[in-house]
C-alpha cells in the first residue's frame, strides 16, 4: 500500500448545527463527540470472492485496519460508529482473527455497528470483538445513525450503503470519478471506506451537494 507523504486535508462542515470534517480517509470526524464515522468497511470481501474461486488479490482486510489506525492515532477517538456491513458475507469470518487482534489493540474505544444488509448476512462480529450491535436509526446527539439513506423526523441522518462516486468533466471528453460524501439538507451520505467496494454514481440535483475525495484532500464541489 502506498503512502502519501503530504499531511491529510478534510473537509470541515456544519451538519445540525455541529463541526465536521470530512476525512480523506473516507471516515467522517466529530471532534465535540469525540466519534469517528465509518461506512460500509466491507471486511473479508476480498477473502469472500476468493472462496468463490475468484482469482482476486488478498491482503485488503490489512490495509483497511491500518487505515483505522492512522486514524485513531491521529484523532484519539473515544468511540467509532461502523454504519453497516462491517463484514461482507458469511465467509469473510476467516478474517475475524486479525480483526480480533486489531480490536485488542483499541480496547478503550467504544465501537457501535449499525447494523446493515450485509451483517443481516454475514451475522453479527463475535462478542470478543466487544462491539455493540443495534438496528437503524440509532440516535447520537443530533444524527440518527443508520445504514441506509432515509429521513428522520427530528436528527439529521448519517448514512452509507450507496458507495457514493462523482464524476468530474474535463475538456473534450475526459472525466473522473471519485468516491465522495453527498450532502442534503437532512442527511448525509458517506463514501464506503472499504476497499474493493466499487461505487455508485450518484445524480447531481439542486438540494444535493457533493464532496469529493481525491489523493489527501476533500473539497466541497459547485452547486449545479
Not at 443481516?120 to 462478542?127: F, I, L, M, Q, V
Not at 460524501?181 to 457533493?210: K, N, Y
Amino acid at each position: 500500500m502506498s503512502v502519501s507523504t503530504s499531511e491529510p486535508s478534510p473537509c470541515q462542515v456544519q451538519w445540525a448545527g455541529e463541526s465536521l470534517w470530512l476525512l480523506p480517509e473516507r471516515a467522517l470526524w466529530w471532534p465535540a463527540g469525540r466519534t469517528l464515522f465509518v461506512a460500509d468497511l466491507h471486511l473479508g470481501k476480498a477473502a469472500t470472492y476468493r472462496a468463490l474461486g475468484q482469482p482476486v488479490p488478498g491482503g485488503t482486510t490489512r490495509q483497511n485496519l491500518a487505515r483505522l489506525d492512522h486514524l485513531i492515532a491521529r484523532h484519539v477517538p473515544a468511540r467509532i460508529v461502523f454504519l453497516g456491513d462491517f463484514l461482507h458475507a458469511a465467509q469473510a469470518r476467516t478474517v475475524l482473527a486479525a480483526v480480533e487482534a486489531w480490536r485488542a489493540g483499541h480496547a478503550a474505544i467504544d465501537m457501535t455497528l449499525v447494523r446493515g444488509n450485509h451483517d443481516s448476512r454475514a451475522g453479527d462480529p463475535p462478542e470478543a470483538l466487544l462491539i455493540d450491535c443495534v438496528d437503524e436509526p440509532w440516535l447520537l446527539g443530533p444524527f440518527a445513525c443508520c445504514h441506509h439513506p432515509q429521513s428522520h423526523p427530528t436528527h439529521f441522518v448519517l448514512a452509507g450503503h450507496l458507495h457514493p462516486v462523482c464524476k468530474l468533466h474535463g475538456r473534450g471528453r475526459d472525466s473522473l470519478r471519485l468516491p465522495c460524501f453527498v450532502s442534503e439538507p437532512d442527511r448525509a451520505i458517506l463514501p464506503a471506506f472499504g476497499e474493493f467496494t466499487g461505487g455508485w454514481l450518484m445524480e447531481a440535483m439542486p438540494h444535493r451537494r457533493f464532496h469529493g475525495v481525491g489523493g489527501n484532500n476533500v473539497w466541497t464541489l459547485p452547486a449545479i
